[in-house]
Nanobody
Framework: QVQLVESGGGLVQAGGSLRLSCAASGRTFSTYAMGWFRQAPGKEREFVAAITRSGGTTYYADSAKGRFTISRDNVKKTVYLQMNSLKPEDTAVYYC??????????????WGQGTQVTVSS
């Protein structure tokens, strides 16, 4: 099992950018597809983006397309979520997840603790 620790959340104005990072421990990071989810207050956790083990293919929720970019560095055992043109409705706790492909139906098998993203209007 891989342990995941997110960082990079914070408070940003609408239209701004943030880059989330998720550092993994363990030797099996490159064997997992990786994803990002988010959960807003009073709402269910929802899928944001996922990336294959090699990093060659990505998949996004409609809400993230064109604004967010997921990437990974298997040497650093880190997955990133670059978020641009942020909107107040992007406010949520963002969770990193290790999981199973296919990434179009990404299945999480382990979670980080989450990092808060707050977008002010």
């Amino acid at each position: 099992q891989v342990q995941l620790v997110e960082s990079g959340g914070g408070l940003v104005q609408a239209g701004g950018s943030l880059r989330l990072s998720c550092a993994a421990s363990g030797r099996t990071f490159s064997t997992y597809a990786m994803g990002w989810f988010r959960q807003a207050p009073g709402k269910e956790r929802e899928f944001v983006a996922a990336i294959t083990r090699s990093g060659g293919t990505t998949y996004y929720a409609d809400s993230a397309k064109g604004r967010f970019t997921i990437s990974r560095d298997n040497v650093k055992k880190t997955v990133y979520l670059q978020m641009n043109s942020l909107k107040p409705e992007d406010t949520a706790v963002y969770y990193c997840a290790a999981g199973l492909a296919p990434i179009s139906s990404f299945t999480p098998t382990g979670w980080g603790q989450g990092t808060q993203v707050t977008v002010s209007s």
